[in-house]
């Protein structure tokens, strides 16, 4: 039974890229809370408080019947105006919100032009799209330029859309957005941008890399359950968006809302990052910090807080992996597909869970690996 399965599983561990799940353990230098929000007293006391007034831990349904709970509509309020769009939708997660977006809005006959680091959740989605989809070189504007332009010279007229991430979660660079914006308007295209490592880091107020570009330009989506210490993402943009994704979106349609009480959390995420900054520069203090101690041992400072040390093969990385693991610090190893092929990586994510005895502990740990 599952032959083929399991031969495929004995294929991946042969080349060390068998994956398995293993607990929690050691600093933290691996999630993506990076505010350290996510066990913070203010999210547990705003659950507590709306299950105390009766908010229901779960939603009952979809959204389009029973599942369209107050608390997810005076969240999706919230958001629009926090991030500055017309609309926002909340979906249960960030693949669920991405997967949705691009398999419904591109029309037949539009074209999408996306970063060839764009996650793996916006390819999926484009592979359900009716519009034709082309890569185009990491953070190259130009070339987004000259892919819309090579289209529209064989003759295509739909609407051209422009994917990317703000901040990428495995190099920790940012996409040049000034430039993509102007190529969208020079173009009549849609630039979306994936927020979901910018939104809470940076901006102002946490808003994310995308806030204040022309709003009628721009699809911003915001996870959740990365600085925000929730769950879910939102998809922000104009009413258009929301009320076509309501209406066409299958992954909407089609998916149990998400619980009402993670709607109470989110948006207390939402004033937590507007009304303590120090959290922010908490961060970007550990962050200059790590840049100081880990650069000099390899890791690339992406001016990020996150940081990778690209080893090249599969297995020298997962080796280092379990070595730095064993010595108390969660650091993961990377491989691909979800990074290109010679580029295995540990990548190491800079949080307040985190201080800089931890910071330093590892770098002495590194230093000795390397």
Known sequence: MLKAQLADLDALAAIGRRRSLAPRAGADFASNDYLGLAASPRLARAAIDAIARGVAVG???????????????????????????????????????????????????????????????????????????????????????DAIAQWRRTGGTGTPWIAVESLYSMDGDRAPLNDLVQVATRHDAILVVDEAHATGVFGDGGRGLAHGLPTERVIALHTCGKALGAEGALLTGPVAMRDFLINRGRGFIFSTAPSPVMGAVVRESLRAIADEPERRESLWAR????????????????????????????????????????????????RPPTVPAGTARLRISITNNIGPGDINALADVLETLS
């Open 59 to 145: 939603s009952g349904g979809s959204r389009l019947l029973r599942g369209n709970h107050e608390e997810i509509e005076a969240l999706e309020h919230e958001a629009a105006d926090h991030f500055g769009h017309a609309a926002a939708l909340w979906f249960s997660s960030g693949y669920v919100a991405n997967l949705t977006l691009f398999a419904t809005l591109p029309q037949r006959g539009d074209l999408i032009v996306h970063d060839e680091h764009v996650h793996a959740s916006a390819h999926d989605g484009m592979r359900l799209s009716r519009g034709e989809r082309r890569a185009a070189a990491h953070n190259d504007a130009e070339a987004f330029d």
């Open 287 to 334: 962050i200059a910090h790590a840049e100081r101690r880990l650069s000099p041992l390899g890791v690339t400072a992406t001016g990020s807080q996150i940081m990778p040390l690209v080893l090249g093969d599969d297995v020298r990385a997962m080796t280092m992996a379990g070595a730095v693991q064993a010595a108390g610090f969660d650091v993961r190893g990377i």
